[in-house]
């Protein structure tokens, strides 16, 4: 055994004594943890298998953390407290140790990186400092619980980790179409499941949410799988699957309309309205035809669950503790107002911290995520978040203008779209927060930031498919053939 323990000059590292002495302080680590969380054995074993998965098959271990994302339930581990508990997502095992599978699999292979040259790595970096600076000044403070504020900074640091593993591992086309393909099939899977839930329950959510489900998100994800499978219909040549994508368009909207969201309602609207944007003349054309129509038939018809829901934004209810806020004149509901009140209370508690404001889960809960920036991590965190959302916005505007692939055209086109319409669903909603939005998004973006290290590859790569080009090429050989063979016979 001990022969693991010498370096390549056969000098010992560890000496039996230490290493015995190693071994009882990991044995005694481990029964404490055991004693403390009773799922830590399977959760060791498990780390193992995909720490390995990653190292040797980093697309099935991607693929895995795509399907997760929206089917994976929670785990309870317990708790520090008796007020305090931890609760962790599958997906939060598997972006931890693909992570470390694949910065070992980059440890020993050639040509690989984890952060690829990026316009927006400068951005996202100030961001990560910008929060976690505010929120260890919460904790010394004392506005932030240590732990919690731990957690949220680390979950925030998992979207980007996210996102440089999508970047870093997608190679080529082949795995860039994978991923997708496996994005539309768990899109599918939810959306027949929220689907199922019509008449079961008053707002149907995506699978294993906690609490008894949230709408909201489900929306949110719909808005944002929606604008790209949108932008792939207006851009890419499909064949055989335009119409089955089609019609997965067209029931999406079932669901949709039963989530009850009107985040989602106005965020599905920013998002279609920017497609048609940047569409060509043509496809903007067909794009506001369909429009059209449906409000022509949306207003025909009235359904009355999403009537109700959205009169009742603009319909006085009382209720105790709860100031009824009038805009424009109009009154408004209920839950329109307790929202707005929050935001008045919070923004005077944040005049009290201006510049980095009071760390991560330093204020209570507020439904608006950049009310929430501002008052956690100040102005300082707001500039750092809004600049990423520009820049995002800019640097995939480029890519869908330069790229030459129609499938990436389409992807880049309907991701655009989408990251408006998020913007607009974060406005009521902690939209860059909720993990079954974020992480499909920041995959997604990892994606579209690739593309044009895809193309530059196919055009390094890639053989000349003209015909004038390749009859030239075959005249040059042909040539140097004839001359070889002279000069072999000149010198017989």
């Not at 317990?78 to 694949?102: A, M």
């Not at 996202?124 to 403070?141: D, S």
């Not at 209720?319 to 929202?339: C, F, H, W, Y």
Request: charged share 15%; net charge positive; proline share 4%.
């Amino acid at each position: 055994m001990f022969k693991y323990l010498v370096n390549t000059k056969g000098n010992q590292v560890l000496g039996p004594g230490l290493f015995m002495a190693g071994v009882i302080l990991l044995c005694l680590c481990l029964g404490m943890t055991i004693s403390i969380y009773p799922y830590a054995p399977l959760l060791v074993i498990a780390s193992f298998f995909l720490f390995i998965l990653a190292f040797t098959h980093s697309d099935w271990a991607m693929g895995l953390l795509i399907i997760a994302m929206l089917l994976s339930p929670e785990l309870d581990l317990g708790g520090f407290s008796k007020q305090q508990d931890i609760t962790i997502r599958i997906e939060d095992l598997l972006i931890v140790f693909f992570l470390l599978g694949w910065l070992a699999r980059i440890a020993v292979s050639k040509g690989l990186t984890f952060i690829r040259h990026m316009p927006v790595n400068r951005f996202i970096l100030f961001y990560c400092i910008v929060f976690t600076i505010a929120t260890l000044k919460g904790m010394i403070i004392g506005n932030v619980t240590p732990i919690k504020g731990l957690f949220f900074v680390f979950k925030y640091i998992e979207y980007f980790i996210v996102f440089y593993l999508s970047s870093s591992i997608i190679q080529n086309e082949r795995q860039f179409r994978n991923f997708l393909k496996i994005f539309l099939i768990v899109f599918v899977i939810v959306d027949i499941y929220a689907f199922f839930q019509i008449g079961h329950v008053e707002r149907v959510s995506a699978p294993f949410q906690h609490g008894g489900g949230e709408p909201n998100t489900l929306g949110g994800y719909q808005v944002l799988m929606l604008g790209v499978l949108l932008g792939i219909l207006t851009q890419a040549d499909l064949r055989q699957w335009k119409w089955p994508l089609m019609l997965l368009a067209v029931f999406t909207l079932v669901p949709f309309a039963h989530t009850l969201s009107r985040a989602s309602y106005g965020a599905i609207m920013a998002m279609y309205v920017t497609l048609i944007f940047f569409s060509k003349f043509f496809t903007k054309t067909l794009l506001v035809a369909i429009l059209t129509l449906f409000v022509i038939l949306f207003l025909a018809f009235k359904p009355d669950y999403v009537m109700e829901r959205l009169v009742s934004a603009v319909t006085p209810e009382y209720q105790e503790n709860i100031p009824t806020v009038k805009v424009l004149g109009v009154s408004l509901g209920a839950s329109p107002s307790a929202r707005i009140n929050d935001w008045i209370e919070l923004f005077q508690q944040w005049t009290r911290q201006p510049f980095l404001g009071y760390g991560l889960t330093g204020t209570r809960f507020v439904d608006g995520q950049f009310i929430k920036v501002l008052v956690e991590t100040g102005l300082v965190g707001l500039f750092a978040f809004v600049l990423l959302l520009m820049v995002i916005f800019r640097q995939v505007l480029k890519i869908y203008k330069t790229a030459k692939n129609p499938l990436y055209k389409g992807v880049a086109v309907g991701f655009l779209a989408a990251h408006v319409g998020m913007i607009f669903h974060a406005v009521s909603a902690n939209t860059f927060i909720i993990i079954r939005i974020m992480e499909p998004y920041w995959f997604l973006a990892g994606m579209v930031m690739v593309i044009p290290y895809l193309e530059k590859a196919i055009i390094v790569t890639a053989p000349s498919k003209d015909p004038e080009e390749q009859k030239s090429y075959l005249r040059n050989a042909q040539f140097l053939l004839n001359s070889n063979k002279n000069l072999g016979q000149g010198i017989g």
